[in-house]
């Protein structure tokens, strides 16, 4: 049975940070793109960051640049996302998910609120 | 940014109808190989998302064959022949032939 599953989230301050991790099982994880897709309350999905199978490959939205990280552990099964400075609008349900050319999975998700 | 317009953005059915949604993009989602990177997504209520179709038309497993995705270049549908009580939630068309990957605003599906 493949199983993401996230943790980290939490309330914060306005600028402050949090570290979110997803650990992977069931899954060659090695082989596997992996992404960040957050969901603000009651709207729809956008996709924050994802890490190519190696990690030597990274992208982020524009929204995300210079104040998100996104590592990998492949000995793990894990990968994580630094999250820094965050905003008021960065508050969502941060997805990890994983792509596969024929699967996709979905973790349960992780709320995220920032607020003072 | 590709933007992704889905029509309608609420759907009520009547179960055992059909029902179809649309997804257009602003950009061509044509990879120089010729396949198309357009998925569909459906969200049930208090649920994840999950993968109902992949490259436009073929069904990921699992997927009831009651779904069918179809499309070319920025034009792309999804349907559903007989729309059942536990196909009610959220549908997002997403694309990943540009970065940022970008999903549709969402079609809301509900039971008349």
């Known amino acids: 049975e493949v199983q993401l599953v996230e943790s980290g989230g939490g309330l914060v301050q306005p600028g402050g940070s949090l570290r979110l991790s997803c650990v992977v099982s069931?899954?060659?994880?090695?082989?596997?793109?992996m992404s960040w897709v957050r969901q603000a309350p009651g709207k729809g999905l956008e996709w924050v960051v994802h890490v190519s199978p190696d990690g030597s490959e990274t992208k982020y939205v524009d929204s995300a640049k210079g104040r998100f990280i996104i590592s990998r552990d492949n000995a793990k099964s894990s990968f994580y996302v630094q999250m820094n400075s965050l905003r008021v609008e960065d508050t969502a349900v941060y997805y990890c998910?994983?792509?596969?050319?024929?699967?996709?999975?979905w973790g349960q998700g992780t709320l995220v609120t920032v607020s003072s | 940014d590709v933007v992704m317009t889905q029509s309608p953005l609420s759907l009520p059915v009547t179960l055992g109808q059909p029902a179809s949604i649309s997804c257009r993009s602003s950009?061509?989602?044509?990879?120089?190989?010729?396949?198309?990177?357009l998925h569909w997504f459906q969200q049930r209520p208090g649920q994840s998302p999950r993968r109902l179709i992949y490259?436009?038309?073929n069904r990921d497993s699992g997927v009831p064959d009651r779904f069918s995705g179809s499309g070319s270049g920025t034009d792309f549908t999804l349907k559903i022949s007989r729309v059942e009580a536990e196909d009610v939630g959220v549908y997002y068309c997403m694309q990943y032939r540009h970065w940022p990957h970008t999903f549709g605003q969402g079609t809301k599906l509900e039971i008349k």
């Open positions: 950009q061509s989602l044509v990879y120089t190989d010729g396949n198309i990177f």
């Open positions: 069931g899954v060659t994880f090695t082989t596997k793109w």
């Open positions: 490259q436009v038309s």
């Open positions: 998910v994983e792509w596969g050319q024929f699967d996709n999975y």
